[in-house]
């Protein structure tokens, strides 16, 4: 196994209730020539997850949407959610590295347009439920969950106002989006959603040593840095599980202190 498996205890769950295994994994970018990374994907399967959800970027090739279905086929048996990032939409093009570091003015590069409609209706006829800017109920073990998601903040593809208002009909609810900017992340949380799953940020791609804990230079967002990967929470607002991904662009192959990630989070009872 060439990732890290990120596991995280939240008991967020009413009393009572089962607990719930989600497996959540973001930022593929997979191309024909990604054994590894593929190898890694398909072993996700003997986590035994009871739901699985991606947080987008799934692809980084015009011919990668045949190689994630069959990374993912060992999954689809078990019920998945998924939303889109900025790389299913376009391919990758080079971007000087430096310029994450600095503040974001809004300028995208794009590549060709990537064949996202392809992944979407294949997912979904697989059993799949594509949350850009949809909602949802689903049950999981004796759980009603609601999940809602949005479509990509870093292109401003994404319209929460179709997905807005406080859940109604379940005891959990979650929203799923690909760049946790934090105009979602503060609508979200006065929503009181009780779980945000996030990914985009490559958990700072490259992190200094520190005591206890690297830290991430940038986001590539406005998430504060120390919220670039895992389970934080401020004050009041919702939890916010951010991915560090799977993989990387293929014009920026390093990582430097925060290796290839999925995580599976154990949803419990409240004590």
Not at 29 to 42: G, M, S
Not at 69 to 83: E, K, T, Y
Not at 242 to 257: D, K, L, N, Q, Y
Request: aromatic letters at 8%; charged letters at 25%.
């Amino acid at each position: 196994m060439s990732y890290k498996l990120r596991e995280v205890t939240l008991p967020l769950l009413p009393k009572g209730h089962e607990a719930i295994r989600v497996l959540h994994f973001s930022d593929l970018h997979l191309t024909p020539k990604r054994k590894t990374e593929i190898a890694d994907i398909k072993s996700f399967a003997d986590l035994k997850p009871d739901l699985v959800i991606s947080t987008g970027d799934f692809l980084a090739h015009r011919d990668a949407v045949p190689v994630v279905l069959d990374a993912l086929a060992g999954l689809f048996d078990v019920p998945g959610l998924f939303i889109f990032g900025s790389n299913d939409y376009y391919e990758p093009v080079f971007k000087n590295p430096f310029r994450y570091l600095l503040k974001d003015d809004g300028d995208r590069k794009h590549g060709p347009e990537l064949p996202w409609r392809g992944l979407s209706q294949s997912l979904t006829q697989l059993g799949w439920i594509d949350l850009n800017q949809s909602k949802t109920t689903l049950k999981i073990k004796d759980s009603v969950i609601e999940a809602r998601g949005t479509d990509d903040a870093h292109l401003n593809r994404d319209d929460y106002s179709k997905v807005a208002g406080k859940p109604k009909n379940c005891v959990f609810s979650i929203a799923v989006t690909h760049a946790p900017y934090m105009r979602l992340i503060n609508t979200m949380s006065k929503d009181e959603i009780d779980l945000i799953f996030a990914g985009h940020t490559h958990g700072g791609q490259v992190r200094l040593p520190w005591l206890g804990e690297s830290k991430a230079l940038t986001t590539n967002c406005d998430l504060p840095r120390w919220r670039a990967r895992g389970a934080t929470q401020k004050g009041k607002q919702s939890w916010l599980h951010v991915s560090a991904g799977m993989g990387t662009s293929p014009f920026a192959r390093i990582r430097v202190a925060s290796p290839p990630e999925a995580s599976l989070i154990t949803l419990e009872a409240a004590l």
